[in-house]
């Protein structure tokens, strides 16, 4: 007797969550090392204000790796909260849309946020979210060190509303945070990556 099977169907792609939040925020980070603690410490002051009106996912990582492509699904707009050795003492703060970035990398599981967008082109088949990176002034990273009193300056600025916003927007970040920044500006300065 002979029996002959059908050959097998290629594999179908993995199915893209939908959106179920406007935005994910990952505030990357470790918070025993000193100013890298940025990312965490702002997702607990954001944790403390009302969200946008389409909700947020808060998530707290080290590091970026491929399986926060996952993460990233749930939402519209990502923005990532990272701590940033290269601003100037007159920056406390600055903000950039993020592009894709699907260049070969070499062999290790941590990703820019660039790499984590291009890596979701290539495992979910479709344009990543719009995203940007929210770069915090960092001073050391430092291991078993505390953050720096420059930072601790910034989160009190935040905090207590006394932050210069007015290049975010006219009304202060905390009480709307960015989000029409990141939607009307960040248009206009399209060209930049992180």
């Not at 947020?56 to 491929?66: A, G, M, T, Y």
């Not at 905090?159 to 990141?182: E, M, N, V």
């Amino acid at each position: 007797m002979n029996i002959s099977a059908a050959p097998p169907s290629p594999p179908s792609p993995p199915r893209q969550p939908e959106p179920q939040v406007d935005w994910v925020i990952f505030g990357i980070g470790n918070r025993s090392r000193g100013d890298d603690a940025a990312g965490p410490l702002i997702l607990d002051w954001l944790a403390d204000q009302p969200p946008p009106p389409g909700g947020w996912l808060l998530l707290e990582v080290f590091q970026l790796q491929p399986e926060h492509v996952l993460d990233m699904a749930l939402g519209r707009q990502v923005l990532f909260i990272d701590a940033d050795l290269g601003l100037t003492a007159q920056e406390a703060w600055r903000v950039a849309p993020c592009a894709p970035d699907t260049r070969p990398r070499s062999f290790s599981h941590h990703l820019t946020p660039a790499q984590l967008l291009g890596a979701f082109s290539q495992i979910c088949a479709n344009p990543p979210p719009a995203a940007w990176v929210w770069h915090i002034r960092a001073e050391h990273l430092n291991l078993g060190h505390p953050p720096s009193l420059g930072l601790h300056h910034i989160l009190n600025r935040l905090k207590h509303g006394r932050a210069d916003t007015s290049a975010l927007h006219g009304q202060g970040l905390p009480q709307i945070f960015i989000w029409d920044f990141f939607t009307q500006k960040a248009q206009k300065n399209g060209d930049q990556i992180c």
